[in-house]
Each structure stands twice: as structure tokens, then as C-alpha cells.
């Protein structure tokens, strides 16, 4: 049962205070109902992957990725997502020991990978528009930007929910409702490891090889 | 707000036979080093195959390519988000392999399509081309 302080707090004739009490979840159901959500984020890379797939080679007459993509970049910006997530499964091991300290750090490290990612994905989307390859170009373009852009849009949102998370636990500790937070965000993070392997592998990789 | 020691979970899981959850979360520092020893040699490869162009063969080294990339998905699903047949009575995997099925639809169905709508377009000349909106 949830019940908002507020309401007690006005009733009391107190001054009201702005949070939600929980009760202890049974965190079985939190883990498959966030799994089913990552099946269905899943089933929308997979859509965009489709339809990279269909329009990947229509460069109308504009550049192909060869001419395009930075391999070196990109290898970078893969080890920075693969650095990510070794240190968050350390995050991950330090909240199972109740080390708050320990959890906190690795998540600030863990968001400065993430940070690193999104920064240079941002540079090289800017190096794309200036070289006049925006999504307008062509279809080729248009999947690409959308597709990784979507990736780099969940990458972001996970770096936010892990400064939020951050705030949680120093402010209340490792209790079972931020132990059952951190998970979810554990398999987030990881989930978005798992797509950018499809990203790197088929469009970059494959793209440039023609 | 009762927490109990790691330690005590597989006992309790054990006896109720069901998960709590705690699956998700759970691994050791062996298992996420060997993922993350596992995902730089599956990374590694791929690159090195394209950026030194090892292979004469584009199709060869395509299909490496996706070969590996399909690899390192398992390392990641093993070793990071702790997948197995157990975790949640059965219905994360489940909804993995009901996932993995959409997206094979989805993903063949789309290219097989597309493919034959390419393949079966009247012939355009260039001059039609260019008068196209």
C-alpha cells in the first residue's frame, strides 16, 4: 500500500512532506516486467536495424560509409561502452558487499564512460553534418542517424537515471528499493552494450567493408 | 526493512524454488572479468579483420563478422545480464526466445521483401530518374 505523506501530513494539520512511501516490492515482478520492457526496446533496434538493412545502400549519389565512418573513432567509442560495463557489474559487486562508497564510485566512473560515449558520438555526428552527410542526404543517412541516434538517446537517458540513482544512494543508502533500482539500471546499461555489438558489427564494420 | 546476507539467497531460492530477483544482480568478479576478457578478444577481431584488411574475401569477412558479433550477444547475455534457464521460474527466457523470434521475422521478412520489391521494379532510365519528385 502507497499512501502520499501530504495527505496525512495536511490532515495532521503538519507541514507536508513530498515523497512516496513504498512498500517492500516483491522484486520478482520487477525484474520480468523491466525484462519484458527491454524485449520490447529490443523489438525497436530491431525495426530500425530492418530498416538500416533495406535502405543501407541507397546513397543516392551522395557518400557511402566507407567515405564516412572513422573506424578508429568507432573503436574508441566501443572499448569506452565495454569499459562501462565491467565497471558497472564492479558497481554491481560492491552494492552486493553493502560498500556504499565503493557502489558510488564505480557508478561516477561508470557515467564518465557513458559520458565519453555519448561525447564522442556527438562529435562525430557534428563531423558528419559538417561534411554535409546529414540525415537529409540520403536513405543511407537518414536509417543511420536514426538508428544510432536512438542508441545514443538511451545511452543518455542512462547516464541521467545513473546520476539520479547516484543522488538515491548517498542520500538513503543501499536499501533493498535502490539494491532493486540498480539492477534494473544493471540490465539497461548492459541491454545497450548488447545492441551497440549489432551496431558496430552491421553498420559500421559491414558498411564500410561495401 | 529486513536485509539479509548474500549468502543466505541461495538457500532461500533454493527452497522456495522460485527467484526474487536477485539473479539479475547476481554475479561474481570471475564472471564479469571473464565477459569482459571474452567481449575485447569477440571486439577486437572484427575490427582488426576490417581496419587491416586481413581477408581477400568481403563476403568471408562479413560473415565473421556477424558470426562474431553473434557470439559476443551470448558472452554479454551469459556474463553481464545473467541469463539462464532458471532466473524468474523460466519466463525472462521465455520472453527472450519469444523476442528473438520477432526479430527474426521481422528482420528476414522485411529484407526478403524489400528485396523482391528492388528486384521487381520496372527498369527507370536516368532521364526518368532525374524527373522524379
Known sequence: MTEFHTERALDEGQAPAFYLTEEHHPEGSTMLGFWLYLMSDCLIFAVLFATHAVLGRNYAAGPSPADLFDLPLVAVNTSMLLFSSITYGFAMLAMERYEKKATLTWMAVTALFGIAFVGLEFYEFAHLLHEGAGPQRSAFLSSFFTLVGTHGLHVTAGIVWMFVLMAQVAKRGLIPENKRRLMCLSMFWHFLDVVWIGVFSFVYLMGVLG | ?133
Do not use: C
Not at chain 2, 578478444?41 to 563478422?65: G, K, Q
Not at chain 2, 520477432?102 to 532521364?127: Q, R
Open chain 2, 1 to 133: 526493512m529486513s536485509t539479509h546476507a548474500p549468502s543466505h539467497e541461495d538457500a532461500f531460492e533454493a527452497h522456495h524454488g522460485h527467484s526474487h530477483g536477485h539473479d539479475a544482480g547476481h554475479g561474481t568478479l570471475k564472471s564479469y572479468a571473464t565477459g569482459f576478457v571474452l567481449s575485447v578478444i569477440l571486439t577486437a577481431i572484427p575490427f582488426w579483420l576490417v581496419m587491416a584488411d586481413i581477408l581477400d574475401s568481403a563476403v568471408l569477412t562479413a560473415a565473421i563478422i556477424m558470426a562474431l558479433g553473434a557470439v559476443q550477444i551470448v558472452v554479454h547475455m551469459i556474463f553481464f545480464l545473467h541469463m539462464n534457464t532458471r532466473s524468474e521460474g523460466g519466463w525472462t527466457m521465455m520472453a527472450l526466445i519469444f523476442t528473438i523470434l520477432l526479430v527474426a521475422i521481422a528482420l528476414s521478412g522485411s529484407l526478403w521483401v524489400m528485396h523482391h520489391l528492388n528486384t521487381n521494379m520496372m527498369p527507370m532510365s536516368p532521364e526518368m530518374m532525374k524527373n522524379m519528385p
